[in-house]
């Protein structure tokens, strides 16, 4: 960890080490807004990036509305790293259809 003014830089040597490290953190930190304000926001990207931090953030005590959403968000990240798979799956489908029916032209077309 080297701080650079106000901020401080840490390495893990895993993906999830990192995101249970995040949800530490962001787990305070709503922990205290909730406290003090009775309401706090937080905002992620879609898609698969966040899953392992949402995840982790759902396992922290925090309120039981955001383990609602967190819960919910780590359903969707699943969804989607499912709908990737088939996505790769289907291109790699339509590679193999490519390679054949251009054999068969060039089959058809040396005839």
Avoid: C
Wanted: charged share 15%; glycine share 10%.
């Amino acid at each position: 960890m080297q701080p650079q003014g106000s901020v401080a830089w840490h390495r893990f040597a895993t993906l999830a080490d990192a995101s249970e490290a995040l949800a530490e953190a962001v787990a305070i930190r709503l922990r205290a807004l909730l406290a003090g304000q009775g309401r706090a926001s937080l905002a992620v990207p879609g898609g698969t990036t966040p899953a392992r931090f949402l995840a982790a953030l759902g396992t922290r005590e925090v309120s039981s509305n955001i383990a609602t959403v967190t819960q919910a968000a780590g359903e969707t990240g699943a969804s989607a790293t499912q709908v990737l798979g088939a996505a790769r799956e289907l291109g790699e489908q339509a590679d193999i259809m490519k390679s054949q029916v251009e054999t068969f032209l060039s089959g058809i077309r040396a005839a």
